[in-house]
């Protein structure tokens, strides 16, 4: 058990809908860190929170979006929807925030299995 | 974009043999880490390597990191049915990690 909390485990909707996937860090960590693996790209870095603010961008679509609140937990919120969103969705939480020369260890949690149809 | 290619992808071996996982890029990274994932679960840290040359050992796990600091290399000894999973490699650098596809290592009892 990493410690990293995600809600839903599985999450099934229709194209089009839009969802919310939650991950709460593990204890005093506070740089969190979203992922999408899919089994053609592997996993994919989308977007990374320190401390309330976003930090680093990857490759995140405009039709997701991100935030951290002050408790520190996360939600990742994807809409309009499309078959190609199916994917499990990973949380991972650090102590530090990283840096250009330094490296951060990612604690991952259990996923979240998205399924659009 | 920075690119890390992982090799074998696929990689099945019979209980007690050697192997040796690879992970390549192009890119300088300021750490390389290795974690294993099983399936319906998140990864899992294994090592993170900083310095090159270095090389790391967990039980019968060696890990090793390029001199250039652009390759790694896991090498697992006498392959126990527990070791079966995927094993991704992910180079830091610019705040975030950059992960390989992984191999997916079977091993048979």
């Known amino acids: 058990d990493s410690g990293v909390t995600q809600t839903p485990k599985h999450l099934i909707t229709a194209t089009g809908q839009r969802v919310t996937l939650r991950c709460s860090p593990r204890?005093?960590?506070?740089?969190v860190y979203w992922y999408q693996q899919s089994l053609d790209q592997g996993l994919q870095f989308l977007i990374q929170?320190?401390?309330?603010?976003?930090?680093a961008k990857g490759n995140i679509l405009e039709r997701f979006s991100a935030q951290q609140f002050p408790d520190l937990h996360s939600e990742l919120n994807l809409s309009s929807l499309e078959l190609g969103d199916s994917a499990l969705y990973f949380c991972?939480?650090?102590?530090?925030?990283?840096?250009?020369?330094?490296?951060?260890?990612?604690?991952f949690g259990p996923g979240t299995r998205l399924t659009v149809l | 974009t920075q690119l890390l290619e992982q090799s074998p992808q696929f990689l099945s071996i019979q209980e007690g043999e050697n192997l040796t996982v690879y992970c390549n890029s192009s890119?300088?990274?300021?750490?390389l880490q290795w974690y294993r994932q099983e399936p319906g679960e998140g990864p899992v840290l294994l090592v993170t390597?900083?310095?090159?040359?270095e090389v790391k050992k967990l039980k019968r796990l060696t890990f090793q990191f390029g001199d250039a600091r652009k390759d790694s290399s896991l090498h697992i000894t006498a392959a126990q049915p527990g070791d079966t999973g995927l094993y991704l490699c992910?180079?830091?650098?610019?705040?975030?990690?950059?992960f390989g596809k992984g191999t997916l290592l079977t091993v048979n009892p």
């Open positions: 204890s005093g960590d506070l740089s």
């Open positions: 390597v900083v310095t090159g040359g």
């Open positions: 991972a939480s650090s102590l530090s925030p990283g840096s250009a020369n330094s490296y951060n260890e990612q604690f």
């Open positions: 890119s300088v990274f300021s750490s």
């Open positions: 992910a180079g830091g650098s610019n705040y975030k990690l950059t």
């Open positions: 929170y320190y401390n309330g603010e976003e930090r």
